[in-house]
């Protein structure tokens, strides 16, 4: 292995639906412009922002944090108002709603839109970032390049996203790590077919490529999913199917936190020529991963 960096970056988890209760990990909107961020003294978000032609205002609250993987109890998730008014009130809350959220003093975000500290000492943020690009490089649709507004808050320590580079098949880069939040494994239960988490607990990492075959600049790799009971995961860099191998110079890589907490991120240059010591080492970290999945040379 070659490189390791333990990400810290930012993003979110919230919902779509008005109003109502909604699941955390779901965006706020798609494309939002003109974002502004509000908290008041007891402790709601209000985000207010101009997408699809309309000026929206919606009300977050409810939930902090994360809990761990469990099958008893739900994630936590936060409560959304989209009608622009609180209650039965429908007021504009634009005008009227007292923001006490002084500013961010938190840890670095990436994808940062805009963070504030509430009166409580809990920190609040939006991002956005672009979840739903095709894999293996092809062009995006207009649907895929949205960029997704989510919100995230939380107190105390992040997520933490460790990811290492070394090759696979002695030859092709490869990437593996994990990813956990407060020393538990973050991973869900149930996912279908192609991966995709069925509950409010699975988590699928986006990797992206810099200046590959794909094209110059950022390409979308892959997705995957964070593997059930350890939180790791493995990815090679080699043929998939009929697309070529997405070797870049350069890979980042971006996940939805637990719960309602922040997105991670992390970025490194590639690892270069094969070095057997090296590749030896990460072959050992890999067998302590925890995840039958993921398999050393």
Same mark, same amino acid.
């Given at each position: 292995?070659?490189?390791?960096?333990?990400?810290?970056?930012?993003?979110?988890?919230?919902?779509?639906?008005?109003?109502?209760?909604?699941?955390?990990?779901?965006?706020?909107?798609?494309?939002?412009?003109?974002?502004?961020?509000?908290?008041?003294?007891?402790?709601?978000?209000?985000?207010?922002?101009?997408?699809?032609? !309309?000026?929206?205002?919606?009300?977050?609250?409810?939930?902090?944090?994360?809990?761990?993987?469990?099958?008893?109890?739900?994630?936590?998730?936060?409560?959304?108002?989209?009608?622009?008014?609180?209650?039965?009130?429908?007021?504009?809350?634009?005008?009227?709603?007292?923001?006490?959220?002084?500013?961010?003093?938190?840890? /670095?975000?990436?994808?940062?839109?805009?963070?504030?500290?509430?009166?409580?000492?809990?920190?609040?943020?939006?991002?956005?970032?672009? !979840?739903?690009? /095709?894999?293996?490089?092809?062009?995006?649709?207009?649907?895929?390049?949205?960029?997704?507004?989510?919100?995230?808050?939380?107190?105390?320590?992040?997520?933490?996203?460790?990811?290492?580079?070394?090759?696979?098949?002695?030859?092709?880069?490869?990437?593996?790590?994990?990813?956990?939040?407060?020393?538990?494994?973050?991973?869900?239960?149930?996912?279908?077919?192609?991966?995709?988490?069925?509950?409010?607990?699975?988590?699928?990492?986006?990797?992206?490529?810099?200046?590959?075959?794909?094209?110059?600049?950022?390409?979308?790799?892959?997705?995957?999913?964070?593997?059930?009971?350890?939180?790791?995961?493995?990815?090679?860099?080699?043929?998939?199917?009929?697309?070529?191998?997405?070797?870049?110079?350069?890979? !980042?890589?971006?996940?939805?936190?637990?719960?309602?907490?922040?997105?991670?991120?992390?970025?490194?240059?590639?690892?270069?020529?094969?070095?057997?010591?090296?590749?030896?080492?990460?072959?050992?970290?890999?067998?302590?991963?925890?995840?039958?999945?993921?398999?050393?040379?």
């Amino acid at each position: 292995m070659t490189r390791q960096v333990v990400a810290t970056a930012a993003i979110l988890v919230v919902s779509a639906l008005v109003p109502a209760v909604a699941t955390a990990s779901e965006l706020i909107d798609r494309n939002a412009t003109g974002v502004r961020l509000a908290v008041n003294a007891q402790g709601q978000a209000l985000v207010s922002y101009r997408a699809a032609g !309309r000026v929206r205002n919606v009300l977050a609250w409810g939930a902090v944090n994360a809990v761990a993987p469990t099958q008893s109890r739900p994630q936590v998730k936060f409560r959304l108002d989209y009608s622009g008014g609180w209650g039965a009130f429908r007021r504009d809350l634009s005008k009227s709603f007292e923001n006490r959220c002084s500013a961010y003093d938190g840890p /670095p975000l990436q994808w940062l839109v805009t963070a504030c500290k509430a009166p409580d000492g809990s920190y609040w943020a939006l991002q956005r970032w672009q !979840r739903m690009l /095709p894999n293996y490089g092809l062009a995006p649709t207009p649907k895929q390049a949205v960029w997704e507004l989510r919100l995230a808050h939380w107190t105390g320590p992040l997520p933490v996203l460790e990811i290492k580079l070394n090759w696979a098949y002695r030859q092709y880069h490869h990437m593996y790590g994990r990813f956990t939040y407060l020393g538990n494994p973050v991973h869900g239960f149930r996912v279908n077919p192609t991966g995709v988490p069925l509950d409010t607990f699975g988590r699928n990492l986006y990797v992206d490529t810099f200046d590959s075959v794909y094209g110059n600049g950022w390409k979308r790799e892959n997705s995957f999913l964070m593997h059930n009971g350890s939180g790791a995961f493995c990815y090679g860099f080699f043929r998939h199917g009929s697309r070529p191998v997405g070797a870049g110079k350069r890979y !980042r890589a971006t996940i939805i936190g637990p719960g309602v907490t922040p997105d991670m991120f992390w970025q490194a240059e590639a690892p270069g020529a094969y070095d057997r010591e090296l590749d030896r080492v990460a072959n050992e970290e890999i067998r302590g991963l925890g995840s039958d999945l993921c398999k050393p040379n």
